[in-house]
């Protein structure tokens, strides 16, 4: 069975995508483009869909890109203009970086280990993996607060309404993808059984509406 492709780095453009996937391509990496669809890799909670490009590769691959885009991020940390924004953060926001890794660029990553480092601040392999460790952790809990959507599914599931059975579809399967490209479901099990319920009553309900709509 073919491996399949999760989203590694999203992008607002398209040169930019194209840019790290030839990175990739050099470093023997296959990798695909495609336009953010976002059928079920999404979170109804603070999140807008958006015109973005996702650059995708295999999960076996995620590690071995990451480490593609430090050492890339190495070779030019010593040309960098030493106003840069970086030079100017505390020691808490350069550590902020390193544990949010994924809210940043590998240039700004790699930069805030070595400001650390010149600061004589202790950064090795074991604290950079903990923190990654830590940030899996906190990325992978269940999105919160869904009684609203599920509130919401309900009425309109029992309403015949379509909108109700695609709500509790989303709540019961929609995923999300961590930086490691692991997909964990994005809501709490107890929400996920309530995306089910919904989306079996409507199942139900909106074709016995429809059917007697077309009859009425």
Do not use: C
């Amino acid at each position: 069975m073919a491996e399949t492709y999760s989203i590694f780095r999203k992008f607002s453009n398209l040169e930019q995508a194209t840019e790290l996937r030839e990175l990739l391509l050099k470093n023997g990496i296959d990798s695909e483009l495609a336009d953010n669809v976002a059928p079920v890799d999404v979170t109804f909670s603070g999140s807008t869909l958006s015109n973005e490009i996702e650059l995708r590769i295999k999960q076996s691959d995620f590690k071995k890109a990451e480490e593609v885009l430090e050492k890339d991020a190495e070779n030019i940390i010593n040309e960098i203009d030493p106003d840069y924004y970086l030079f100017e953060f505390t020691d808490e926001e350069l550590y902020e970086i390193l544990l949010k890794a994924d809210e940043w660029n590998p240039f700004d990553y790699s930069l805030a280990q070595k400001i650390l480092t010149d600061r004589g601040k202790p950064i090795d392999k074991d604290l950079l993996n903990s923190l990654k460790n830590e940030r899996l952790k906190d990325l992978a809990k269940p999105e919160e607060n869904q009684k609203p959507w599920i509130i919401t599914g309900y009425i309109f599931a029992a309403l015949g309404g379509f909108l109700g059975l695609i709500i509790g579809y989303f709540l019961w399967t929609a995923k999300k993808t961590l930086p490691n490209g692991q997909k964990v479901y994005s809501y709490s099990e107890n929400d996920r059984k309530h995306g089910k319920y919904i989306f079996y009553i409507g199942l139900i309900i909106a074709p016995t509406s429809l059917f007697l709509r077309a009859f009425a």
